[in-house]
């Protein structure tokens, strides 16, 4: 079979660049291992404009996020599933100090959009515990991250566009103007493989970080939390009296391997906070795809142009992707030109290490 792109990977980054790509008329084949390694199982899927310790504006938040929420909503609609649920967060200070900071920093022109009232009280009906106050950010939003993945696998298929199987770089042969694998002729081969990237010979010299990340899945009777909760850890509502919480970071072991410890660092984050009795009902691992800037990897093989890579999205694939994936797929298209911050040519290599 002949197709203009076969992608390797169906996390967050291969399903929304194939959507683009298929929207545009072009033929499309994706590969994926059963998601065996899919951080976009693993994650929370939250969208944040307001992140980190420092309570900083989420970066080109007033693009990306609304993007976003344009194409998961207009999937909900094609596929007829509901994923995406818009959903304030209750930002928690996790101490005097971030309470200060947030005086100094609320006055800030790029925040005012997100900010909502402050939080005094202790919220749920005096459940969680607040001893150093809060602010509700609004333009937050959660993805049911199993029911997307699901959702764009079933689109795929109806499409005749998935393979389920391992891709392998030694079964690949590059021609001028093709690639051959198996039996697929492809004009290019586009890598949105996450962290296996690292693995992958073409591209094992990008500089990534991979960040494994666990996450547990809880119920607390009775809480009736209906927005995020950060406060040195997120906890989405997924339904009833359920939490997804998270998540570790652990820079050094990359598997897929749910940890006691993993667990127990994470029961320890809500401790105190909220209220007892906290039932884990599940416990799930992945890598995160993180690069040493932390923005997106777009782009072509400096030696080979029917190679590609989509990558790089970090902690923050569901809010990135779909616009950094509609880029991608633009320049493919040579309708677009990608963003010099996201270029994969940021990153130097000498041509002798090359593939
Ligand atoms: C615990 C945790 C919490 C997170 N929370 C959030 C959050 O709240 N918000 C957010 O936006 N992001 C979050 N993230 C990050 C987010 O999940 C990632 O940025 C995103 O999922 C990366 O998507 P991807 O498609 O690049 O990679 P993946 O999701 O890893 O997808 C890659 C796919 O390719 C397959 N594959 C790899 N190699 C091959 C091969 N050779 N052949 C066939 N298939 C292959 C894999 O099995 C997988 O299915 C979190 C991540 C973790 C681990």
């Given at each position: 079979?002949?197709?203009?792109?076969?992608?390797?990977?169906?996390?967050?980054?291969?399903?929304?660049l194939s959507y683009f790509l298929l929207q545009?008329?072009?033929?499309?084949?994706?590969?994926?291992?059963?998601?065996?390694?899919?951080?976009?199982?693993?994650?929370?899927?939250?969208?944040?404009?307001?992140?980190?310790?420092?309570?900083?504006?989420?970066?080109?938040?007033?693009?990306?996020?609304?993007?976003?929420?344009?194409?998961?909503?207009?999937?909900?609609?094609?596929?007829?599933?509901?994923?995406?649920?818009?959903?304030?967060?209750?930002?928690?200070?996790?101490?005097?100090?971030?309470?200060k900071r947030w005086q100094k920093k609320k006055d800030a022109?790029?925040?005012?959009?997100?900010?909502?009232?402050?939080?005094?009280?202790?919220?749920?009906?005096?459940?969680?515990?607040?001893?150093?106050?809060?602010?509700?950010i609004t333009g937050s939003a959660s993805?049911?991250?199993?029911?997307?993945?699901?959702?764009?696998?079933?689109?795929?298929?109806g499409q005749n566009a998935l393979r389920a199987g391992s891709f392998s770089c030694d079964d690949m042969q590059i021609e001028a103007d093709c690639v051959h694998w198996q039996d697929v002729e492809a004009g290019k081969v586009i890598f949105c493989d996450g962290w296996q990237i690292t693995?992958?010979?073409?591209?094992?010299?990008?500089?990534?970080?991979?960040?494994?990340?666990?996450?547990?899945?809880?119920?607390?009777?009775g809480l009736g939390l209906d927005k995020i909760l950060n406060r040195g850890f997120f906890m989405a509502p997924t339904g009833g009296d359920r939490y997804r919480l998270g998540a570790t970071h652990n820079h050094s072991t990359f598997d897929n391997v749910p940890t006691d410890a993993g667990k127990a660092e994470l029961l320890k984050k809500i401790e105190g906070i909220v209220p007892k009795p906290v039932r884990v009902l599940a416990h799930q691992a992945g890598v995160r795809p993180s690069s040493p800037d932390r923005k997106p990897i777009l782009g072509l093989h400096p030696q080979h142009s029917q190679l590609g890579v989509f990558n790089g999205l970090g902690s923050k694939g569901y809010s990135q992707a779909p616009y950094?994936?509609?880029?991608?797929?633009?320049?493919?298209?040579?309708?677009g030109e990608l963003d010099a911050e996201v270029r994969i040519n940021r990153f130097q290599i000498d041509s002798a290490q090359l593939h």
């Open positions: 079979m002949r197709v203009d792109y076969l992608i390797v990977g169906q996390g967050v980054a291969g399903s929304l545009a008329g072009k033929s499309v084949l994706v590969v994926d291992d059963g998601h065996k390694h899919a951080a976009s199982i693993t994650s929370l899927g939250l969208i944040n404009p307001v992140i980190g310790l420092r309570l900083n504006k989420a970066w080109r938040a007033e693009t990306l996020l609304p993007f976003a929420r344009q194409t998961y909503r207009e999937l909900e609609q094609k596929f007829n599933t509901k994923f995406y649920r818009d959903l304030n967060s209750l930002r928690l200070f996790i101490d005097d100090k971030q309470q022109p790029e925040l005012q959009p997100y900010i909502g009232s402050d939080i005094e009280g202790e919220p749920c009906k005096g459940q969680i515990a607040n001893p150093h106050g809060g602010v509700e993805i049911d991250t199993a029911v997307f993945v699901d959702a764009f696998r079933a689109y795929l298929i693995l992958n010979r073409y591209f094992d010299w990008l500089p990534m970080s991979p960040d494994k990340g666990e996450s547990i899945d809880i119920e607390i009777p950094f994936a509609r880029q991608f797929a633009d320049f493919l298209l040579s309708t």
